[in-house]
């Protein structure tokens, strides 16, 4: 494998990249000292100078209040404070704040003095510079209040959402030190060369870093060592090492790069690469940072989804985070793993959130080939697209693109959920946003989803002017529509707005507003897999929900909070009946039969599935066991050959169980993706 710089010049010196590295970080997570403010008069008693009151408890960082009992109806007011002694070693660097949320609003004092706020956007990660306010190898005071108020300042606006309104410091927090010039951040678009869809071939990286603490440097002077590695792959080959010299213009850093052999990122082989970047200056090496990313391509022709140059059909479930009934939205690492090793359990392949996660959950969907349409939180009918809500919506698409950019799971951007959205100004705002949002990142689907495009009129619906239609389907429960129905109305959907693909974005059952149980829910999601995969306009569908979750506006109760009962799992993380038929019906491959025949044999027939999810196999692993705990230690196994959507493959097998047995089938990664206990076979 070889690489080609383009326009930049080459110095021909290799460096270990960790050889003089500059970038230092303090992990605050853990105890922080912490006071509501029911009366909002911390700000007035000076507790960001004085101190919090005497009635300050202890708590754990991550954290949010809305979990305790007492306090789980507070929105408004929370503080929090910790002291902390900065390493002598740090005198003269630039020193930053990081957290990775805080919701919603934040502003941060250091020794009593206001170093920062960050406001309306209380899922995206922020930095507050305080260079100025800190006493490197002292003991350093710093307060953080947080606000959760229902608000007209924010997205999502007042109450118009449906999950928990969490306040508090509900992700990591760290104090990073740099010297100068500083890489605040790298964005890497790797492109594979598809002329052979697929046969991993060529592929080329755009990468641009962007700069600060420039004041008083001679750019000029300014290189990097990049170093390009596999990871997540079968091999750890070091595919680039060189020290370049880029030209730097208005803060950013550009190279190119060219590659005679890559390995695609693909959902079911998660090919990933990680860049590892130093900036020196004046041969003083100044930050380092690294980055992972992946060649992949996804796009639309006509009403298909087109990755790495093949025509697919997408399946998946979506996820509501902050359901932990101990956590909330400060939920832990092992509670994210949980859920997203549950997705995947579901044969997710293509997810939505409806708000900005965790560096965390991205870096697990890159890992496991989860693709990703994240979000901004605007939700629901009372959110209008006032210029507030415009003005607020472009300032979390910056943080959101600007943080998640590089991330090859992540295949299209949302601009929205459930508003009116046939109300022309709704609509312009839509394409306003839609717009903006391109200028940002157009490598991307922009989209936007709708639960009003069944409302046939003479205004478009706002997800037309997406690059993908995408509707929420609740045609037989929230709307109480008579199921019959359904397919004429999606035609009808279809044939009213221009040639694109349609993906049914929401779908399933919540209780207890809608009637019935998880029987109920496991016949609506058989009837409406049947009806969308006869559309092949359909290009995908999401389910929802995986889990039952926290809602501030839910009608369920477990303990003391607000629910939903809309999963196939619940709040415990225990499967539903419902949860093994989504399973089967998210597979993309097919058991079509399975017999004895007259020589005593088991008769076994596979095809690649043409419904969702649907796409090429390649290297899967048909095993058949005497039970599922060991399917591979005591089963026949045969490799299967290439499946085509809708290719069929005959199997086999001896009838060593006595008709009865384990179906197991494994893709070219070894995650399970169908399994099922047979327990009486018939002849045939």
């Known amino acids: 494998m070889s690489g080609k710089i383009i326009i930049v010049q080459v110095l021909f010196l290799v460096l270990s990249l960790n050889a003089f590295s500059q970038r230092s970080s303090l992990l605050l997570d853990g105890q922080w000292s912490f006071s509501i403010d029911s009366t909002r008069s911390g700000i007035t008693d000076k507790w960001f100078d004085r101190g919090l009151p005497d009635q300050k408890e202890n708590v754990g960082v991550p954290h949010t209040w809305n979990t305790v009992e007492k306090t789980s109806k507070h929105y408004g007011w929370g503080w929090y404070e910790k002291d902390i002694t900065l390493p002598s070693g740090w005198k003269g660097s630039n020193i930053k704040l990081q957290f990775d949320a805080v919701y919603h609003d934040a502003t941060v004092w250091v020794n009593g003095r206001k170093a920062g706020e960050h406001k309306s956007s209380g899922f995206t990660k922020f930095f507050i510079d305080v260079t100025d306010f800190v006493s490197a190898g002292k003991s350093n005071k710093i307060v953080v209040l947080t606000d959760n108020s229902f608000s007209s300042e924010n997205i999502p606006y007042k109450k118009s959402f449906d999950w928990a309104n969490d306040g508090g410091i509900i992700r990591s927090v760290k104090l990073v030190s740099t010297q ?262 157009s490598s991307r689907l922009v989209n936007y989803v709708s639960n009003k495009l069944q409302n046939i009129g003479k205004t478009k619906d706002a997800t037309s002017y997406g690059d993908v239609m995408m509707y929420n389907d609740y045609h037989s429960t929230w709307y109480q529509q008579a199921k019959a129905g359904r397919g004429p109305l999606l035609d009808k959907m279809q044939a009213d707005n221009r040639t694109m693909p349609l993906v049914i974005s929401e779908f399933g059952l919540c209780q207890p507003e809608n009637w019935g149980d998880d029987n109920k829910r496991i016949m609506e999601m058989i009837n409406n897999y049947s009806v969308y995969e006869s559309k092949s306009y359909i290009a995908g569908v999401i389910y929802f929900c995986m889990n039952d979750y926290r809602t501030h506006m839910g009608r369920g109760k477990e303990d003391f909070h607000s629910t939903r009962v809309h999963g196939v799992f619940d709040f415990y993380g225990n499967p539903k009946p419902s949860a093994a038929i989504l399973r089967e019906l998210n597979c993309p491959i097919e058991v079509t039969a399975l017999n004895i025949n ?60 006595n008709n009865r047995g384990v179906v197991t089938i494994e893709n070219g990664r070894g995650h399970v993706v169908y399994q099922k206990v047979v327990d009486k076979i018939s002849l045939y």
């Not at 997710?348 to 496991?368: E, G, L, P």
């Open 180 to 441: 100068r010039p500083r890489i605040d951040n790298i964005h890497v678009l790797a492109t594979p060369d598809l002329k052979t869809p697929h046969i991993d071939g060529k592929g080329s990286v755009i990468v641009k870093i962007k700069l600060s603490e420039l004041a008083n440097i001679d750019v000029s002077k300014v290189v990097f060592d990049v170093q390009i590695t596999e990871i997540n792959q079968k091999t750890a080959k070091t595919i680039y090492n060189k020290r370049l010299k880029p030209t730097i213009k208005n803060s950013i850093a550009e190279f190119n790069l060219e590659f005679d052999k890559i390995n695609r990122w693909h959902f079911e082989d998660p090919n990933l690469y990680t860049l590892k970047l130093s900036a020196s200056y004046k041969n003083k090496s100044t930050d380092q940072d690294t980055v992972n990313f992946g060649f992949r391509s996804f796009k639309t022709m006509g009403d298909k989804f087109v990755f790495n140059g093949e025509n697919i059909r997408t399946a998946g479930v979506e996820w509501t985070g902050g359901s932990s009934l101990k956590n909330g939205m400060a939920e832990t690492k092992e509670e994210i793993r949980a859920s997203l090793d549950k997705l995947k359990y579901l044969n997710t392949m293509f997810t939505r959130f409806h708000f900005q996660q965790d560096d965390y959950v991205y870096d697990w969907c890159d890992k496991n080939g989860m693709m990703v349409q994240q979000e901004i939180p605007i939700w629901g009918a009372k959110t209008e697209m006032t210029d507030t809500i415009k003005r607020i919506s472009k300032f979390q698409l910056n943080e959101m693109i600007e943080n998640a950019y590089s991330h090859p799971s992540i295949v299209a951007w949302g601009v929205g959920n459930e508003v009116e959205s046939r109300k022309e100004f709704n609509v312009n705002g839509v394409k306003e946003l839609y717009t903006y949002t391109k200028t940002l990142d």
């Open 598 to 657: 007259k020589e005593n044999k088991l008769a076994v027939t596979v095809v690649g599935s043409l419904g969702f999810p649907s796409y090429q196999l390649k290297d899967y692993k048909f095993y058949w066991s005497e039970n599922s705990d060991n399917y591979k230690t005591t089963s026949e196994v045969f490799n299967l050959p290439l499946l085509n959507p809708g290719k069929t493959s005959y199997l086999k097998l001896g009838n060593k169980f």
